[in-house]
């Protein structure tokens, strides 16, 4: 089945870290850039950052930009988001969604349920 | 930035009707314009891409079109299913930045 599913969410407190992670399979991994997007509980979609298919590009939004990196390894089809210096506006569900330029221009065709990260105190 | 603007925010609709939902772009974004649905507690779906263009899988009621800065989805015959927001989405530049939703509702 072609899915991508994440994990690694949870309760932290703020200033505290997270690494959250996401597993691809039934496709060719290696052929898509990946995203991660988050939704704040009753609020619309958010775009935190992206990665290219050799991670030769990066882009993240200003709001995590120097305290989130994402990354990826292509071995373990796996995508990756660490999250440090957490704030309570971090609080969200983050979803994992590839992307490809040729066939949809960079449109996230596919999305993982999400993992719910909550920071407070 | 590439600002979204999406409207209405809300609507309310009857199965059969037609509905329609504008998306204005603050700048050129070369049809780089994508739509989704959204259920509540369900990932987003991809219906559109490149401003016209039907993600497979999806039924052929929903459109999508575009006039310079402005793009429209459009629902031609609402079904049951189709109750849910939806989202327009710029893949032109970085940050990728999203409309602020629309929630179609039953009437």
């Known amino acids: 089945e072609v899915q991508v599913v994440e994990s690694g969410g949870g309760l932290v407190k703020p200033g505290g870290s997270l690494r959250l992670s996401c597993a691809a399979s039934?496709?060719?991994?290696?052929?898509?850039?990946m995203n991660w997007v988050r939704q704040a509980p009753g609020k619309g979609l958010e775009w935190v950052s992206s990665?290219?298919?050799?991670?030769?590009?990066?882009y993240y939004a200003d709001s995590v930009k120097g305290r989130f990196t994402i990354s990826r390894d292509n071995a373990k089809n796996s995508l990756y988001l660490q999250m440090n210096s957490l704030k309570a506006e971090d609080t969200a569900v983050y979803h994992c969604?590839?992307?490809?330029?040729?066939?949809?221009?960079?449109?996230?065709?596919?999305w993982g349920q999400g993992t719910m990260v909550t920071v407070s105190s | 930035d590439i600002q979204m603007t999406q409207s209405p925010s809300s609507l309310s609709a009857s199965v059969g009707d037609r509905v329609t939902i504008t998306c204005r772009a603050s700048?050129?974004?070369?049809?780089?314009l994508n739509w989704y649905q959204q259920k509540p507690g369900k990932a987003p779906k991809l219906l559109i891409y490149?401003?016209?263009s039907l993600q497979r899988g999806v039924p052929s009621r929903f459109s999508g079109s575009e006039s310079g800065t402005d793009f429209t989805l459009t629902i031609s015959s609402l079904q049951p299913e189709d109750f849910a927001t939806y989202y327009c989405?710029?893949?032109?530049?970085?940050?990728?930045?999203f409309g602020q939703g629309t929630k179609v509702e039953i009437k």
């Open positions: 700048d050129s974004i070369n049809r780089y």
């Open positions: 490149a401003a016209s």
């Open positions: 969604a590839r992307s490809d330029f040729t066939l949809t221009q960079d449109a996230f065709d596919m």
């Open positions: 989405q710029q893949s032109y530049s970085t940050p990728r930045t």
């Open positions: 039934g496709f060719t991994f290696t052929s898509y850039s």
């Open positions: 990665i290219s298919s050799s991670s030769s590009y990066i």
